[in-house]
């Protein structure tokens, strides 16, 4: 299992970290997702080389908030 923690903007409540990790929870190999709106973070687990950045930002982007990386 690998972890990694992407910037995310736009998230500004509870409502919107909910949002950002159902969104990503639909990657397929993601195993959990924790956003934290304070501090505009993801943190995703993920099976070894199932889950790519370009794959994260497009369900974080069409959920309404934007990946920075
Ligand atoms: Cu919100």
Known sequence: MISAIYKIQGMSCGGCERSVELAVMKVPGVTEAKADAKLGT??????????????????????????VG
């Open 42 to 67: 993801l943190r995703l687990s993920y099976a070894s080389g199932e889950v790519t950045p370009e794959v994260v930002a497009s369900a974080v982007n069409a959920s309404g908030y934007k990946f």
